[in-house]
Every structure is written in C-alpha cells, then in structure tokens.
C-alpha cells in the first residue's frame, strides 16, 4: 500500500466526493479532508488557486497522494495509486 499522505478536497455537498469520502474509508485508507464550501472566503481561494496550480483546473472531488493527482471519484484509478485490490 501507498505510504504517502493521502489529502482529499471536496465539496461537502457533492455526490462523488461523498462516494470518493465513502470508498477511502471502506477501503480503511486514512486521509484529511478539507470540504472546500465550508472555508471561508480566503482560505477557499488559497485552496482553488493551488488546486488549479497542481491540476490545472478547480474540480471536485481532487486526490492526492505525494505528487500524483486524480480529479474526480475515478475508482479503479485511487485503487491502483493507493495499491489495494
């Protein structure tokens, strides 16, 4: 399994980051998790200036883990970065 950080941002009203939230802890992969929406107006620009930095685009929900990225709730991607079956 991946050692790296895992750090998730999210909207806590999306679907797909509810399911990428759901899938992470039934897989008992441990993450932080910043619910975008939920920041104030300043932190929530910090995060969508350095996620459009990092992917170049500001979507949700973003993966990451040390350096790779996935955009998106894209199972069988996180799957396979994070090195379980």
Do not use: W
């Not at 909207?11 to 441990?30: E, P, R, V, W, Y």
């Amino acid at each position: 399994m991946n050692q790296d950080a895992v750090m998730l941002y999210a909207l806590s009203t999306c679907g797909h980051c509810k399911d990428m939230k759901a899938f992470l802890g039934q897989c008992g992969i441990g993450y932080d998790c910043v619910d975008v929406d939920k920041l104030d107006e300043a932190e929530r620009q910090q995060v969508i200036e350095k996620l459009i930095k990092i992917s170049k685009e500001c979507a949700f929900p973003t993966l990451i883990v040390g350096d790779k990225v996935i955009v998106g709730f894209r199972k069988e991607e996180v799957k396979e970065l994070l090195g379980i079956s």
